[in-house]
């Protein structure tokens, strides 16, 4: 029998189990792991997605905020020595830590009642990320690839695709969950881009201006930065300010930013 049959699904860590073997399969098919991979699971849960990982890459490193299923987790693998389960946050985990060559490979499915967080932690270590699979609700994978003037489109876009390239891959029925959770889910791949297509001066003016356009995202731009730029004029930036802060592209965001960053230097 099951060594977790009596580990019960908690609400307030996400625990959603996938149940499904055919989507499993699908998912890890997508991942496409290698032995060599650097490759780190965050929430394995009951080792649904990490029983397909480890066959595959035997030195998987997992991440589980929940204590009770550790020694479940490592009774289960327990003929893979290199599998090792971390009992941490992954919110505050420090995944540069675990970097070798810039080259690690982040996957999960993730707990939806903080995903927007964690794929801010996330996204802060680009720089030492090959990819991210993620299966999260649906919603969130549209507002990751979302293009602008869609309902969709706001800060988690810009800033996702100002740092990744973003694929939605294929949509996760409910009914593949138990317990069943009351959205609909989905996969999405997230590449960072060694390059970034359009570089900013300043990131965190970027974010912050990203920021503050989408709290006002039905005003204009000269309104709804006013709280960073009140004096924001028609003639100090390159785009029509009387526009509004949704209908910008990533690269018309960067452009504004680093049109302000400039005139501070000034
Ligand atoms: N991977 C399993 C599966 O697909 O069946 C479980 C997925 S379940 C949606 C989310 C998992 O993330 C749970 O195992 C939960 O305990 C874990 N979790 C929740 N919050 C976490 C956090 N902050 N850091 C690490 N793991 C977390």
Redesign the pocket.
């Known amino acids: 029998m099951d060594n977790f049959f009596q580990h019960k699904a908690?609400k307030r860590?996400?625990?959603?189990?996938?149940?499904d073997e055919t989507i499993?399969e699908r998912i890890v098919r997508a991942i496409a792991p290698k032995a060599s991979d650097r490759l780190v699971?965050?929430?394995?849960?009951?080792?649904?997605?990490?029983k397909l990982l480890l066959q595959r890459c035997p030195s998987l490193t997992a991440?589980?905020?929940?204590r009770d299923?550790i020694p479940l987790l490592q009774f289960k693998f327990r003929e893979y020595p290199q599998f090792r389960v971390i009992e941490?946050?992954?919110?505050?985990?420090d995944f540069g830590s675990f970097a070798v060559q810039d080259a690690l490979r982040i996957v999960?499915?993730?707990?939806?009642?903080?995903s927007t967080p964690?794929l801010f932690h996330l996204l802060s270590f680009k720089g030492k990320v090959q990819d991210m699979h993620f299966?999260l609700q649906k919603e969130v994978v549209n507002r990751l690839s979302a293009t602008p003037g869609t309902k969709a489109y706001g800060r988690l876009s810009v800033m996702a695709q100002y740092q990744c390239h973003v694929q939605g891959l294929f949509p996760v029925p409910a009914q593949s969950?138990r317990p069943a959770?009351k959205v609909e889910s989905a996969i999405v791949r997230l590449t960072p881009h060694s390059t970034p297509p359009f570089p900013a001066k300043d990131e965190k003016l970027l974010a912050q201006i990203v920021n503050t356009a989408f709290q006002q995202r039905r005003k204009t731009l000269r309104n709804a930065l006013k709280p960073l730029f009140p004096e924001l004029v028609a003639e100090s930036v390159p785009l029509d300010i009387s526009r509004r802060p949704e209908t910008l592209s990533v690269g018309e965001f960067v452009q504004l930013a680093n049109t302000c960053f400039e005139r501070n230097q000034e």
């Open positions: 908690r860590f996400g625990q959603n189990f996938l149940v499993i699971e965050i929430g394995p849960g009951h080792g649904a997605i990490t991440v589980e905020l929940d299923l941490q946050d992954a919110l505050k985990f999960g499915n993730l707990p939806y009642n903080i964690l299966m969950f959770p």
